[in-house]
């Protein structure tokens, strides 16, 4: 094959073939007596290879060194992974495609997106509870509800191996016990009121407690809470999540780890 072949059989430009070249990243082939390069079926699949790693977010020298892993492997091999890579992302696509049409179709139907979709279809209808919840008391919304909402579509898109497994037990349980969402908003209520307090607010040792009596306790059991203390490494995700809460209300959610871990 002709660079420009290669290049319209990949989906790439001839432009990109020759700056793999040049950084090392695609070997160059022997060239023709007519000075023209000849490129066979494992330089396509190389450079399929690297369309696809490329695409998945790899920077070049990443890319660089799963192909150097590669070397020496049989051309069957490459080829079957590459299309299991293939198949990988074509069932992504088809789940992502799945909860669009769902969305569509509760759109469709009169039904409430809310700001943090696409999510669950339970994560939905929980959201949805707390918009009834919310519309029949008087006042605003609790600032801290829409927080958690915003938490949980955060928790629910992290993989299982995060420890998130718990939170398909909680949308279950909230959306089937009617008193559940209630006493989830009072608490919340009771958070919004240590927004300008200190962490040594006597008020947190009572709002922790309340925390911990409104998490159902099949969830609490679900809960894979690390052994030791559970504090925020500078950098780490505990660090970002606690700053994005007053003193006050950071050391009601920190006290009420620390209650459900010894419970």
Same mark, same amino acid.
């Given at each position: 094959?002709?660079?420009?072949?290669?290049?319209?059989?990949?989906?790439?430009?001839?432009?990109?073939?020759?700056?793999?070249?040049?950084?090392?990243?695609?070997?160059?082939?022997?060239?023709?007596?007519?000075?023209?390069?000849?490129?066979?079926?494992?330089?396509? +699949?190389?450079?399929?290879?690297?369309?696809?790693?490329?695409?998945?977010?790899?920077?070049?020298?990443?890319?660089?060194?799963?192909?150097?892993?590669?070397?020496?492997?049989?051309?069957?091999?490459?080829?079957?992974?590459?299309?299991?890579?293939?198949?990988?992302?074509?069932?992504?696509?088809?789940?992502?495609?799945?909860?669009?049409?769902?969305?569509?179709?509760?759109?469709?139907?009169?039904?409430?997106?809310?700001?943090?979709?696409?999510?669950?279809?339970? $994560?939905?209808? $929980?959201?949805?509870?707390? @918009?009834?919840?919310?519309?029949?008391?008087?006042?605003?919304?609790?600032?801290?509800?829409?927080?958690?909402? *915003?938490?949980? #579509?955060?928790?629910? @898109?992290?993989?299982?191996?995060?420890?998130?497994?718990?939170?398909? *037990?909680? @949308?279950?349980?909230?959306?089937?016990?009617?008193? /559940?969402?209630?006493? #989830?908003?009072? +608490?919340?209520?009771?958070?919004?009121?240590?927004?300008?307090?200190?962490?040594?607010?006597?008020?947190?040792?009572?709002?922790?407690?309340?925390?911990?009596?409104?998490?159902?306790? @099949?969830?609490?059991? #679900?809960?894979?809470?690390?052994?030791?203390?559970?504090?925020?490494?500078?950098?780490?995700?505990? #660090?970002?999540?606690?700053?994005?809460?007053?003193?006050?209300? /950071?050391?009601?959610?920190?006290?009420?780890?620390?209650?459900?871990?010894?419970?």
């Amino acid at each position: 094959m002709r660079i420009g072949e290669l290049a319209g059989l990949v989906g790439i430009s001839t432009r990109a073939i020759r700056h793999y070249h040049r950084i090392g990243l695609l070997a160059e082939p022997a060239r023709k007596a007519n000075g023209y390069r000849e490129y066979s079926l494992r330089d396509a +699949v190389e450079l399929a290879r690297v369309r696809r790693l490329t695409e998945l977010g790899l920077s070049l020298d990443e890319v660089g060194d799963a192909l150097a892993d590669d070397a020496g492997r049989d051309l069957a091999e490459i080829l079957c992974e590459l299309d299991a890579d293939l198949a990988r992302q074509e069932e992504g696509i088809r789940q992502r495609r799945v909860r669009l049409a769902r969305l569509l179709r509760q759109a469709e139907d009169g039904g409430r997106l809310s700001g943090q979709a696409p999510v669950s279809p339970g $994560l939905a209808a $929980l959201f949805d509870r707390m @918009t009834d919840v919310a519309a029949a008391k008087p006042g605003p919304e609790p600032a801290m509800a829409a927080k958690d909402r *915003e938490i949980l #579509a955060l928790l629910e @898109t992290a993989p299982p191996a995060h420890g998130t497994g718990w939170l398909g *037990e909680l @949308t279950r349980v909230l959306n089937s016990d009617p008193g /559940a969402v209630e006493q #989830a908003y009072a +608490v919340y209520a009771r958070l919004d009121e240590l927004a300008a307090l200190p962490a040594d607010d006597p008020r947190v040792e009572e709002t922790a407690r309340a925390l911990v009596a409104a998490i159902p306790e @099949t969830v609490r059991k #679900a809960i894979p809470f690390p052994e030791g203390e559970l504090e925020d490494k500078a950098g780490g995700f505990a #660090a970002a999540f606690y700053a994005d809460f007053a003193p006050a209300q /950071a050391a009601v959610i920190r006290r009420a780890i620390d209650l459900m871990r010894k419970s």
